[in-house]
T-cell receptor, first 110, second 113 residues
Framework: ELKVEQNPLFLSMQEGKNYTIYCNYSTTSDRLYWYRQDPGKSLESLFVLLSNGAVKQEGRLMASLDTKARLSTLHITAAVHDLSATYFCAVDGGAQKLVFGQGTRLTINP | EPEVTQTPSHQVTQMGQEVILRCVPISNHLYFYWYRQILGQKVEFLVSFYNNEISEKSEIFDDQFSVERPDGSNFTLKIRSTKLEDSAMYFC???????????FGPGTRLTVT
């Protein structure tokens, strides 16, 4: 059974700092997705990572995928308050389903 | 930009009642999904649907749940006899092909009292 683990689960950081969220998964998969969720809202797609070594960047966020290590990272550069949200990674579990991590609740303080 | 829509946004029902949650996927998408998220917890897969058939379902998706595409646009999730533990946010999603990016709707908050 595919398991997806994120850490940390809670992250409080100051504006301007850098940090990384980690997503580990237990079985082979070549597709990994990062989503953002604001409180009470839906899931907004951030990144789609489709192969080993894939790296994608959008603004202050950069995501990477290492399929051999079964690890993806979401790196935040020079955080700003607007990035406060919960971030989920999700792994393609085959059979047309996504298996989500527990989410990382990110709070960025001025 | 095309988006997935869901109705209602909030549904309150009594235990034992039937509810139908509705979704309109993106028009050229062929794969449809339901997920749920209990408050403060992770998102859980319920079911995937393609070509008018269930492709995959989770352990959560028991005999009390069913899905249907009654016409060319709607995709519904029915819970026959709701339980307190069915209270959650239910998200519909769609994708153009298998293993492509899934686009999520805004969700229906189901409250069972």
């Amino acid at each position: 059974e595919l398991k997806v683990e994120q850490n940390p689960l809670f992250l409080s950081m100051q504006e301007g700092k850098n940090y990384t969220i980690y997503c580990n998964y237990s079985t082979t998969s070549d597709r990994l997705y990062w989503y953002r969720q604001d409180p009470g809202k839906s899931l907004e797609s951030l990144f789609v990572l489709l192969s080993n070594g894939a790296v994608k960047q959008e603004g202050r966020l950069m995501a990477s995928l290492d399929t051999k290590a079964r690890l993806s990272t979401l790196h935040i550069t020079a955080a700003v308050h607007d990035l406060s949200a919960t971030y989920f990674c999700a792994v393609d579990g085959g059979a047309q389903k996504l298996v989500f991590g527990q989410g990382t609740r990110l709070t960025i303080n001025p | 930009e095309p988006e997935v829509t869901q109705t209602p946004s909030h549904q309150v029902t009594q235990m034992g009642q039937e509810v139908i949650l509705r979704c309109v996927p993106i028009s050229n998408h062929l794969y449809f999904y339901w997920y749920r998220q209990i408050l403060g917890q992770k998102v859980e897969f319920l079911v995937s649907f393609y070509n008018n058939e269930i492709s995959e379902k989770s352990e959560i998706f028991d005999d009390q749940f069913s899905v249907e595409r009654p016409d060319g646009s709607n995709f519904t999730l029915k819970i026959r006899s709701t339980k307190l533990e069915d209270s959650a946010m239910y998200f519909c999603a769609s994708s153009v092909e298998f293993s492509y990016e899934q686009y999520f709707g805004p969700g229906t908050r189901l409250t069972v009292t």
